[in-house]
Protein backbone atom coordinates (compact mmCIF):
# COMPACT_ATOMS: atom_id res chain seq x y z
CA UNK A 1 0.00 0.00 0.00
CA UNK A 2 1.21 3.55 -0.86
CA UNK A 3 0.21 6.36 1.45
CA UNK A 4 0.36 10.58 0.36
CA UNK A 5 2.21 12.25 2.73
CA UNK A 6 1.96 15.67 1.69
CA UNK A 7 3.60 15.72 -1.90
CA UNK A 8 5.73 12.30 -1.35
CA UNK A 9 4.59 8.74 -1.47
CA UNK A 10 5.22 6.46 1.65
CA UNK A 11 5.59 2.20 1.26
CA UNK A 12 7.26 -0.44 -0.82
CA UNK A 13 9.94 0.75 -3.45
CA UNK A 14 9.12 4.64 -2.81
CA UNK A 15 12.38 7.07 -1.36
CA UNK A 16 12.95 6.66 2.41
CA UNK A 17 10.67 9.34 3.79
CA UNK A 18 12.87 11.61 6.50
CA UNK A 19 10.82 12.92 9.34
CA UNK A 20 12.67 15.42 11.03
CA UNK A 21 13.04 18.13 13.63
CA UNK A 22 13.27 19.07 17.50
CA UNK A 23 11.66 17.73 19.98
CA UNK A 24 9.56 21.00 20.83
CA UNK A 25 9.55 24.53 19.98
CA UNK A 26 11.96 26.14 21.71
CA UNK A 27 11.85 29.48 20.08
CA UNK A 28 11.52 30.66 16.25
CA UNK A 29 15.15 31.44 15.92
CA UNK A 30 15.90 27.26 16.35
CA UNK A 31 12.94 25.85 14.74
CA UNK A 32 13.46 28.52 11.94
CA UNK A 33 17.34 27.19 11.27
CA UNK A 34 16.88 23.73 11.86
CA UNK A 35 14.16 23.66 9.24
CA UNK A 36 16.57 25.51 6.82
CA UNK A 37 19.57 23.57 7.29
CA UNK A 38 17.35 19.98 6.81
CA UNK A 39 15.83 21.56 4.05
CA UNK A 40 19.61 22.18 2.18
CA UNK A 41 20.38 19.02 2.96
CA UNK A 42 17.41 16.94 1.89
CA UNK A 43 18.03 18.70 -1.44
CA UNK A 44 21.94 17.89 -1.32
CA UNK A 45 21.19 13.96 -0.47
CA UNK A 46 17.92 14.30 -2.65
CA UNK A 47 15.45 12.95 0.55
CA UNK A 48 11.96 13.73 0.64
CA UNK A 49 11.25 16.10 3.88
CA UNK A 50 8.82 16.46 6.43
CA UNK A 51 9.58 18.76 9.18
CA UNK A 52 8.32 18.50 12.68
CA UNK A 53 8.08 20.20 16.06
CA UNK A 54 5.59 19.67 18.61
CA UNK A 55 4.05 22.58 19.66
CA UNK A 56 2.63 21.08 23.15
CA UNK A 57 4.71 18.16 25.03
CA UNK A 58 1.56 17.67 27.59
CA UNK A 59 3.14 13.97 28.84
CA UNK A 60 6.15 15.45 30.08
CA UNK A 61 7.59 13.51 33.06
CA UNK A 62 6.85 16.19 35.44
CA UNK A 63 4.93 19.19 35.89
CA UNK A 64 7.40 21.59 35.83
CA UNK A 65 9.15 20.50 32.51
CA UNK A 66 9.01 22.79 29.42
CA UNK A 67 6.00 21.97 27.39
CA UNK A 68 6.51 24.41 24.32
CA UNK A 69 4.34 27.56 23.42
CA UNK A 70 1.10 25.81 22.89
CA UNK A 71 -1.35 24.93 20.55
CA UNK A 72 -2.16 29.14 18.73
CA UNK A 73 1.35 30.19 19.03
CA UNK A 74 2.79 27.05 17.94
CA UNK A 75 0.61 26.60 14.96
CA UNK A 76 1.48 29.98 14.15
CA UNK A 77 5.33 29.90 13.91
CA UNK A 78 4.61 25.89 12.05
CA UNK A 79 2.83 27.86 9.63
CA UNK A 80 5.21 30.52 9.23
CA UNK A 81 7.49 27.67 8.61
CA UNK A 82 6.22 25.99 6.32
CA UNK A 83 4.95 29.19 3.67
CA UNK A 84 8.77 30.42 4.35
CA UNK A 85 10.71 27.80 3.19
CA UNK A 86 8.01 25.54 1.42
CA UNK A 87 7.82 22.40 4.10
CA UNK A 88 5.04 19.89 4.91
CA UNK A 89 4.78 20.38 8.56
CA UNK A 90 3.91 17.55 11.22
CA UNK A 91 2.79 18.10 14.60
CA UNK A 92 1.02 15.67 17.47
CA UNK A 93 -1.98 16.26 19.28
CA UNK A 94 -3.40 15.31 22.32
CA UNK A 95 -7.03 16.65 22.56
CA UNK A 96 -9.79 15.97 20.01
CA UNK A 97 -10.71 19.62 19.85
CA UNK A 98 -6.73 20.44 18.69
CA UNK A 99 -7.27 18.16 15.67
CA UNK A 100 -9.72 20.79 13.62
CA UNK A 101 -7.13 23.54 14.04
CA UNK A 102 -4.27 21.67 13.73
CA UNK A 103 -5.57 20.04 10.42
CA UNK A 104 -5.76 23.50 9.16
CA UNK A 105 -1.53 24.72 9.57
CA UNK A 106 -0.34 20.79 9.53
CA UNK A 107 0.37 18.36 6.22
CA UNK A 108 0.68 15.10 8.89
CA UNK A 109 -1.25 15.16 12.44
CA UNK A 110 0.61 12.46 14.69
CA UNK A 111 -0.84 10.39 16.96
CA UNK A 112 1.47 10.18 20.70
CA UNK A 113 2.59 7.01 21.70
CA UNK A 114 0.70 7.03 25.27
CA UNK A 115 -2.37 7.87 22.91
CA UNK A 116 -2.65 5.57 19.81
CA UNK A 117 -4.94 3.78 21.62
CA UNK A 118 -7.90 6.74 22.09
CA UNK A 119 -10.56 6.12 19.49
CA UNK A 120 -11.83 9.48 19.60
CA UNK A 121 -8.32 11.16 19.41
CA UNK A 122 -7.67 9.08 15.97
CA UNK A 123 -10.63 9.63 14.72
CA UNK A 124 -10.79 13.21 14.84
CA UNK A 125 -7.20 13.37 13.65
CA UNK A 126 -8.61 11.36 10.30
CA UNK A 127 -11.20 13.28 9.85
CA UNK A 128 -9.35 16.44 8.82
CA UNK A 129 -8.36 14.51 5.62
CA UNK A 130 -4.59 14.88 6.34
CA UNK A 131 -2.02 12.22 6.62
CA UNK A 132 -2.32 10.38 10.43
CA UNK A 133 1.19 9.33 11.80
CA UNK A 134 0.70 6.63 14.43
CA UNK A 135 3.16 6.48 17.08
CA UNK A 136 3.04 2.51 18.10
CA UNK A 137 2.73 2.21 22.00
CA UNK A 138 5.64 1.53 24.39
CA UNK A 139 2.73 -1.34 25.56
CA UNK A 140 1.11 -1.96 22.13
CA UNK A 141 1.86 -5.53 20.16
CA UNK A 142 2.75 -5.11 16.39
CA UNK A 143 -0.70 -6.47 15.19
CA UNK A 144 -2.53 -4.60 17.74
CA UNK A 145 -1.40 -1.17 16.33
CA UNK A 146 -3.40 -2.29 13.09
CA UNK A 147 -6.94 -1.58 15.14
CA UNK A 148 -5.66 2.20 15.31
CA UNK A 149 -4.73 2.17 11.59
CA UNK A 150 -8.52 0.77 11.14
CA UNK A 151 -9.80 3.61 12.90
CA UNK A 152 -8.27 5.63 10.58
CA UNK A 153 -9.66 3.96 7.34
CA UNK A 154 -12.90 3.99 8.84
CA UNK A 155 -13.82 7.59 8.36
CA UNK A 156 -12.48 6.77 4.49
CA UNK A 157 -8.67 8.46 5.21
CA UNK A 158 -6.78 5.63 3.65
CA UNK A 159 -3.23 8.39 4.15
CA UNK A 160 -1.79 6.46 7.72
CA UNK A 161 0.91 5.04 8.71
CA UNK A 162 2.63 3.50 11.74
CA UNK A 163 5.55 4.64 13.93
CA UNK A 164 7.62 1.82 15.50
CA UNK A 165 9.37 3.37 18.41
CA UNK A 166 10.48 0.55 21.23
CA UNK A 167 8.82 -1.63 23.44
CA UNK A 168 8.97 -1.25 26.99
CA UNK A 169 11.27 -3.44 28.60
CA UNK A 170 11.19 -3.51 32.91
CA UNK A 171 11.34 -0.27 34.27
CA UNK A 172 12.96 2.90 32.47
CA UNK A 173 14.05 0.89 29.63
CA UNK A 174 12.92 0.26 25.72
CA UNK A 175 14.19 -3.01 23.41
CA UNK A 176 13.37 -2.30 19.35
CA UNK A 177 11.71 -5.78 17.70
CA UNK A 178 13.16 -5.51 14.58
CA UNK A 179 10.26 -8.55 13.72
CA UNK A 180 7.82 -5.36 14.21
CA UNK A 181 8.24 -3.62 10.72
CA UNK A 182 8.03 -6.65 8.96
CA UNK A 183 4.84 -8.27 10.92
CA UNK A 184 3.15 -4.48 10.43
CA UNK A 185 3.85 -4.12 7.11
CA UNK A 186 2.46 -7.68 6.13
CA UNK A 187 -1.13 -5.99 6.61
CA UNK A 188 0.06 -3.02 3.56
CA UNK A 189 0.34 -0.52 6.27
CA UNK A 190 3.65 1.36 5.57
CA UNK A 191 6.05 1.54 8.71
CA UNK A 192 8.27 4.35 10.09
CA UNK A 193 11.28 3.91 12.41
CA UNK A 194 11.63 6.48 15.21
CA UNK A 195 15.37 6.80 15.44
CA UNK A 196 15.75 8.40 18.60
CA UNK A 197 12.77 7.65 20.72
CA UNK A 198 14.02 4.21 20.52
CA UNK A 199 17.18 4.57 22.65
CA UNK A 200 15.00 6.84 25.61
CA UNK A 201 15.31 6.25 28.70
CA UNK A 202 12.04 6.55 29.99
CA UNK A 203 11.64 8.50 33.55
CA UNK A 204 15.29 7.60 33.69
CA UNK A 205 16.61 10.98 34.82
CA UNK A 206 13.82 11.35 38.02
CA UNK A 207 12.39 14.27 36.90
CA UNK A 208 13.52 13.48 33.13
CA UNK A 209 13.83 10.64 30.51
CA UNK A 210 17.28 10.00 29.55
CA UNK A 211 18.53 7.97 26.22
CA UNK A 212 21.67 5.96 25.17
CA UNK A 213 22.53 8.38 21.30
CA UNK A 214 25.20 6.69 20.87
CA UNK A 215 23.26 3.37 20.00
CA UNK A 216 20.99 5.20 17.74
CA UNK A 217 23.35 4.47 14.60
CA UNK A 218 23.24 0.57 15.29
CA UNK A 219 19.32 0.66 15.43
CA UNK A 220 18.47 2.83 12.41
CA UNK A 221 20.77 0.78 10.36
CA UNK A 222 18.98 -2.56 11.72
CA UNK A 223 15.49 -0.87 10.77
CA UNK A 224 16.24 -0.41 7.29
CA UNK A 225 17.97 -3.28 6.54
CA UNK A 226 14.59 -5.12 8.51
CA UNK A 227 12.69 -2.62 5.71
CA UNK A 228 11.33 0.67 7.21
CA UNK A 229 10.15 2.88 4.43
CA UNK A 230 10.80 5.85 6.37
CA UNK A 231 12.88 7.66 9.60
CA UNK A 232 11.61 9.63 12.09
CA UNK A 233 14.59 11.55 14.14
CA UNK A 234 14.54 14.20 16.52
CA UNK A 235 17.52 16.65 15.41
CA UNK A 236 19.06 20.02 17.52
CA UNK A 237 21.37 22.55 17.05
CA UNK A 238 22.71 21.95 20.62
CA UNK A 239 21.22 18.60 21.68
CA UNK A 240 22.78 18.70 25.53
CA UNK A 241 21.11 22.07 25.81
CA UNK A 242 17.15 21.24 24.35
CA UNK A 243 14.75 21.80 26.96
CA UNK A 244 12.75 18.05 25.97
CA UNK A 245 14.88 14.50 25.29
CA UNK A 246 17.93 16.24 24.85
CA UNK A 247 19.71 12.95 25.28
CA UNK A 248 17.97 11.56 22.20
CA UNK A 249 18.08 14.23 19.81
CA UNK A 250 20.65 13.89 17.00
CA UNK A 251 23.36 17.02 16.80
CA UNK A 252 22.52 18.87 13.43
CA UNK A 253 26.20 19.20 13.02
CA UNK A 254 26.32 15.12 12.02
CA UNK A 255 22.89 14.67 10.72
CA UNK A 256 24.29 14.65 7.18
CA UNK A 257 27.42 11.83 7.98
CA UNK A 258 24.33 9.96 9.23
CA UNK A 259 22.12 10.49 5.87
CA UNK A 260 24.18 9.98 4.01
CA UNK A 261 25.00 6.14 5.18
CA UNK A 262 21.17 5.50 5.71
CA UNK A 263 20.37 6.44 2.58
CA UNK A 264 23.23 4.38 0.68
CA UNK A 265 22.01 1.60 2.78
CA UNK A 266 18.51 1.69 1.74
CA UNK A 267 19.05 2.11 -1.55
CA UNK A 268 21.19 -1.32 -1.58
CA UNK A 269 18.24 -2.84 1.12
CA UNK A 270 15.55 -1.64 -2.14
CA UNK A 271 17.86 -3.57 -4.99
CA UNK A 272 17.41 -7.06 -3.17
CA UNK A 273 14.64 -9.23 -4.26
CA UNK A 274 12.40 -10.37 -1.00
CA UNK A 275 13.08 -14.23 -0.03
CA UNK A 276 9.82 -15.73 1.80
CA UNK A 277 10.84 -18.55 4.49
CA UNK A 278 8.23 -21.08 4.62
CA UNK A 279 6.70 -21.02 7.92
CA UNK A 280 6.64 -23.98 10.74
CA UNK A 281 4.98 -26.76 9.06
CA UNK A 282 4.80 -25.65 5.67
CA UNK A 283 8.41 -26.58 4.43
CA UNK A 284 8.84 -28.97 1.43
CA UNK A 285 11.15 -31.88 1.27
CA UNK A 286 13.86 -31.85 -1.43
CA UNK A 287 12.91 -34.62 -3.86
CA UNK A 288 16.33 -37.16 -3.38
CA UNK A 289 19.22 -37.18 -6.12
CA UNK A 290 20.08 -40.46 -7.30
Same mark, same amino acid.
Given at each position: ???????????????? =? &? @? !????????????????? +?? *? $????????????????????????????????????????????????????????????????????????????????? =? &? @? !????????????????? +?? *? $???????????????????????????????????????????????????????????????????????????????????????????????????????????????????????????????????????????????????
Amino acid at each position: MIVKVADFELGAGKPL =L &V @I !AGPCVIESWETVFNTAS +AM *K $DLSRELNFPLVFKASFDKANRTANDSFRGPGLVEGLKILGDIKKQLGLPILSDVHEVAQCEPAGQVLDVIQIPAFLCRQTD =L &V @I !AAAKTGKAVNIKKGQFV +AP *K $DILKSVEKVTSVGNLNSFVTERGTTFGYNNLVVDMRAIPMIQESGCPVVFDATHSVQLPSAGGATSGGLRQYIPSLTKAAIAAGCQGLFMEVHPNPDKAKSDGATQIPLAQVKDLLSQWLKLHALVQTQPEIVLPQQGHCVEPALVR
